[in-house]
């Protein structure tokens, strides 16, 4: 198998078809499968992409793009059928973009960023990008220090708050930190730290779901990585810590990540360019064995970034490792028809967290 690094996203519509973007050579190639007529067509949609973008999909299966051009600007679009309609977002250019994402959230789009304070710096502000009125608002979210790479950017709707969850790194450590968006007030929460061990950390999925955030990441041990699980109580504006697992052996673990699917939760994550994976049937309680999906073994695999007209707690999924040559599909979660079980090598006890303080955010 090989790991591709390609930023593909795959979105679903309200008919059945299928969308997927793709950023190749500073494009941004649209392929659209119609489900009735069983056609492919291949649009370019923007010529002069930098290296960031995301894309996503609303109930009225309208396409909502955002990338950053090659003059450094943000540029928005909205996509309906073949009708391309992109809008300039920044005044005037910007450092370079990192981990950028979007948001639709009660029909307004949410743009999310990190920019360097200076070229090569290992500072870096956290940018929220969002229509006031007809005048787009850029709000610095927080300014973070990198550790030694910029971790990823997670975003995820809840109620009437976008949670973003990002590393910080200062006195205390590399560190997990979340903070809320309010919707109705347009007000930022408190910076809350989630994680408290001193090791150095990489990667970073969260989820939530029946008022738990369910946090993943990799942690250096022993020279080695391994994927932790942390879970926490998210309700009426309060946070505490309830539990944290080890969720793999020690190895090289890539991009762990969160998927709820069929009364199941996943993490998924890439080692020896393999697909592994494990679920647990009791909300974090418990989990299963590790296993390694066979036809990762022989496939060409991509992190695809995915996105559906409609959105329920009966599954969640933001993105998903799956094969990008021949037959397009999902791999890591469902059925147990073609895996292999692999030892838990060194098992930790499971840590509940009891009688911890909530935090209001």
């Known amino acids: 198998m090989t790991y591709y690094r ?13 969308d997927m973007f793709r950023l190749m050579n500073q494009k941004i190639i649209r392929y659209h499968f119609n489900k009735r007529s069983r056609r492919n067509i291949e649009m370019t949609i923007a010529l002069d992409a930098n290296k960031e973008y995301d894309v996503c999909i609303d109930e009225q299966n309208t396409i909502y793009l955002t990338y950053q051009d090659l003059n450094h600007h ?11 309609d992109p809008v300039r977002v920044t005044e005037a250019p910007i450092k370079e973009a990192y981990y ?11 743009i999310f960023y990190f920019e360097p304070e200076e070229v090569q710096s290992k500072r870096f502000r956290l940018y ?29 709707k809840v109620n009437n708050n976008i949670i973003t969850a990002y590393y910080d790194y200062n006195v205390e450590g590399e560190q997990i930190y979340i903070k809320a968006f309010n919707t109705d007030t347009n007000k930022w929460g408190e910076k809350i730290k989630l994680t408290s061990t001193q090791s150095n950390k990489l990667y970073l999925d969260l989820i939530y779901r029946a008022d738990k955030l369910h946090v993943t990441y ?42 709820y699917y069929d009364d199941r939760l996943w993490i998924c994550w890439i080692e020896h360019e393999r697909i592994y994976s494990r679920y647990s049937e009791h909300e974090g309680n418990t989990w299963s064995p590790i296993y390694c999906w066979k036809e990762s073994i022989r496939s ?55 009688d911890l303080p909530e935090i209001r955010i």
């Open 218 to 259: 990799c942690q250096f041990s022993e020279g080695n990585l391994l994927v932790k699980y942390e879970r926490f109580n998210y309700e009426d504006g309060h946070i505490s810590k309830e539990m944290e697992e080890v969720i793999s052996n020690l190895g090289s673990q890539q991009d762990p990540t969160l998927i």
């Open 128 to 156: 929220h990008c969002h229509l006031k009125g007809e005048e787009w608002a850029f709000d610095i979210v927080d300014e973070i220090w990198a550790r030694e790479y910029l971790n990823p950017l997670c975003i995820h």
């Open 300 to 354: 060409s695999i991509v992190r695809y970034k995915y996105s559906s007209w409609t959105e329920d707690d009966d599954t969640i999924l933001k993105y998903s490792f799956g094969k990008i040559k021949d037959d397009i599909s999902f791999m890591g979660f469902g059925p147990l028809d073609n895996v292999e079980e692999v030892p838990l090598k060194k098992k930790s006890p499971i840590k509940y967290m009891g």
């Open 100 to 110: 950028m994402k979007l948001v639709i959230h009660q029909g307004q789009p949410h």
């Open 74 to 84: 943000i540029i928005f679009a909205t996509i309906i059928d073949d009708r391309v």
């Open 6 to 18: 390609d930023r593909v996203s795959l979105l679903s519509d309200s008919f059945g078809n299928v």
